[in-house]
């Protein structure tokens, strides 16, 4: 009876155990469980991403403007980075375009250094391009806000995007601040076969430092080399410390070809958002070039002592501006005369030749042999000069007097011999 009675007891026991046994270790679930929540947890996750790969996928390419509302001045002219990002990983074509342009206003996409316009660009896979959109505004415009509209589209026709830019223009002149560049001479003339030299003044007007790029915008075929003063080194950036100035040399060297007029050259600065610039010009006169020379081509002739004698000359104009006031001057020996007809030229073409006849007079008692002319062209712009040599000749009477005498002295010589060989 015993081992009956505590048989019931030992189960109810075990049971109580089991039943508190979770409250001592802690409920784990079950791994089953667990796994079946988590791999739910990554579908979902999977399911967002692949939704938006795909949302992403639509676009082909992105349109980034630096900035959609500016206000700028009459007059002025506003330009910011436009970056074309191709999202794929292959190469996509996008055509640009510019609408609701106000009147007078001039709107376009350009390249960056050197500036020309652009209306399609290519950009490699998952690569990005950067162009410039630059607006310049007319002079006289009503102060109030504008909306130019931007539009963007791959050739295949898979993406299009669309963005409107405010301009709030100002009857004033918008103070830009950061950078400024100035020239004290932003003018200057001269012949197309010289390097015109400008001094120009870059300052930061800023509390930091910035590393600014130089650019120029000139006339096809002419040559802008940017320096540091005093040093011969080409730059095309320059670090500007805060509040400072620095002073930089621009070269600027003419097609050889160029035709007289004027050229307008623009040298601009640009770092972050801040960018200014400076207009120069050069008035060319053309180039002067003179030649002098013979109708025969030779330089040399020979006159005879006494008498006059003609040497026609010829002087031209190679270069491509006119010569004025030609005057003509000779370095000779003394007491010889030299006729220039005419002696003067009022003014010469470009390409026009003409012929001066020149007679050169030595006197009757030079003494015969080579002498040396220096014959110049002279004008106020330019000067040309060519050695000439002369030989003279003394003239036949004199000829036969010098021969007389040299025979009457031979036999004068020959008599005293004969005497004295006599004796």
């Known amino acids: 009876m015993k081992t009956g009675s ?9 049971f109580l155990l089991i039943l508190l046994l979770p409250f001592y270790l802690g409920y784990t679930p079950s791994p089953v469980f667990a796994s079946d929540h988590n791999q739910k947890s990554k579908n979902e996750d999977t399911e967002e991403s692949k939704e938006k790969d795909a949302e992403e996928s639509k676009n082909s390419f992105d349109l980034i403007l630096s900035f959609t509302d500016v206000t700028v001045g009459a007059g002025q002219e506003f330009e910011m980075d436009a970056e074309v990002v191709n999202r794929r990983k292959d190469p996509v074509h996008v055509l640009l375009e510019t609408q609701s342009i106000p009147e007078g206003w001039e709107v376009g996409f350009h390249s960056r250094y050197p500036s020309f316009p652009v209306r399609a660009v290519m950009v490699q896979g998952e690569k990005s391009t950067t162009l410039e959109f630059k607006v310049k505004l007319p002079d006289k415009i009503e102060a109030k806000d504008y909306e130019i509209i931007v539009l963007a589209k791959d050739k295949a026709g898979t993406t299009t995007q669309k963005n409107t830019v405010i301009f709030r223009v100002s009857s004033k002149k918008v103070e830009t601040g950061g950078l400024k560049m100035e020239s004290q001479y932003p003018v200057l003339s001269g012949a197309s076969n010289q390097i015109f030299k400008f001094s120009i003044e870059l300052q930061n007007e800023t509390d930091e430092t910035l590393t600014t790029a130089l650019s120029a915008l000139a006339p096809p075929g002419w040559r802008v080399h940017i320096k540091p003063q005093f040093e011969d080194t080409q730059i095309s950036s320059i670090a500007l410390k805060k509040d ?4 930089l040399s621009v070269e600027i060297s003419p097609p050889v070809q160029a035709k007289p007029d004027d050229y307008p050259i623009t040298i601009k600065a640009r770092s972050g958002p801040y960018q200014t610039e400076n207009k120069l010009k050069i008035t060319l ?23 006059k004698s003609q040497v026609v000359f010829r002087v031209g104009n190679a270069g491509t501006a006119p010569l004025r006031n030609l005057s003509f001057l000779t370095t000779k020996p003394e007491q010889w005369t030299i006729e220039f007809k005419p002696d003067k030229i009022d003014s010469l073409e470009v390409d026009e030749v003409r012929e001066i006849k020149t007679e050169i007079l030595a006197p009757k008692r030079t003494i015969a042999g080579d002498y040396l002319l220096t014959v110049t062209s002279n004008s106020p712009d330019v000067n040309e000069s060519i050695d ?14 010098g021969f007389l005498i040299v025979f009457l002295v031979v036999m004068g010589l020959g008599a005293v011999f004969v005497r004295l060989g006599r004796r």
């Open 244 to 247: 400072s100035t620095e002073t």
């Open 6 to 14: 505590s048989t019931p007891g030992r189960f109810a026991v075990q």
């Open 388 to 401: 000439f040599r002369v030989t003279v000749a003394t003239p036949t009477l004199w000829g036969w007097i």
């Open 285 to 307: 006169t053309g180039t002067y070039d003179l030649r002098v020379g013979t109708v025969t081509g030779l330089l040399n002739t020979s006159i005879i002592a006494g008498k």
